[in-house]
């Protein structure tokens, strides 16, 4: 089985974000937290360091994503 694993950084408009993907052959499993302000590089790896594992453990506990789309 192969799982494919992303992370993203981005601003919503108001509050900066971290966006987990994680698809395997069952589905695709996402999650979000708010960050608040812009976080820098070193505060960017110490939250993942801290709260990496619990932002996959909550994809993981998602209900998968299913696509309708034909690849």
């Known amino acids: 089985m192969v799982i494919r694993a992303s992370t993203t950084l981005y601003y919503n408009g108001q509050f900066w974000c971290i966006l987990f993907e994680m698809e395997d052959d ?20 110490n939250w993942i360091h801290k709260n990496g594992s619990a932002l996959i453990e909550k994809a993981v506990c998602s209900s998968p994503i299913h696509s309708d789309i034909e690849q």
């Open 26 to 45: 069952s589905g695709r499993y996402v999650s979000q937290e708010v960050l608040g302000a812009e976080p820098g590089s070193a505060e960017l790896i």
